[in-house]
């Protein structure tokens, strides 16, 4: 049993970074068709991925911003003029466009903190106690993302799969198991505290709206 673990081990150490060898002709012909990556380039092909997605988000968050922004301008002009219905109709587009904000920030903050386990396995090589969160926060946020960034989503969907491809590949060569509701505990806990900052995020950056608009069709309710 012994000797069965150590080989096991030697075979993980080799899959995470492969030591050169003497391939045989089969193996020198397979490689150069289709070479296979160590675990560690898949890993940091996952972790770039992963970041060009949280650029797409900080550039369409900061466009939102400058949208947000305008509007608020025109709540204010409106509320000056005492246009009472039209300062609602603008306000109720900064609602709806804060509410979107907040999620795309929640998104924001659950691929930084996703990037930054990937760092660690990268450093530490423990992959399946690593990745397997990852994997579950990945999938979340494949789910959140598509209907808010379709494309977005399509890209988390295939960053999954590599790290999927990952977590597989590390597990045929290690004993470790897990119970997948631990996974899932933390992952929810990911998700959670990317949810807490973008909260924190929302109050310090943006202005409060005044406190009450009448809507824009209660006034033609009332006249019926």
Known sequence: MALRAMARVEDFAKAWSPQPRGPNVIEKIRNTINPPPPLRHKLAMALYKLRVQNNKLE???????????????????????????????????????????????????????????????????????????????????????????????????????????????????????????????????IMEEAAAVAEQRMKAEFPELPSAFPSPTAGQQENK
Not at 75 to 95: G, I, L, N, P, S
């Open 59 to 189: 550039y369409i968050i900061a466009k939102m911003k400058e949208r947000d922004q305008a509007l608020f301008e025109k709540v204010v002009q409106a509320q000056m003029e005492k246009d009472t219905t039209r300062a609602a109709m603008y306000a109720a587009e900064v609602a709806e466009l804060r509410k979107m904000i907040k999620s795309l920030l929640t998104a924001k903050y659950a691929i930084e903190r996703v990037a930054l386990r990937l760092e660690t396995v990268m450093t530490m090589g423990d992959v399946l106690v690593g990745l397997a969160p990852v994997v579950g926060v990945i999938k979340d946020l494949r789910r959140y993302l598509t209907g808010l960034v379709p494309e977005i989503g399509i890209e988390m969907a295939e960053i999954g799969e590599m790290l999927e491809a990952v977590v597989t590949e590390a597990g045929e060569f290690t004993t470790f198991m897990s119970a997948p509701t631990v996974y899932n505990e933390e992952a929810r806990k």
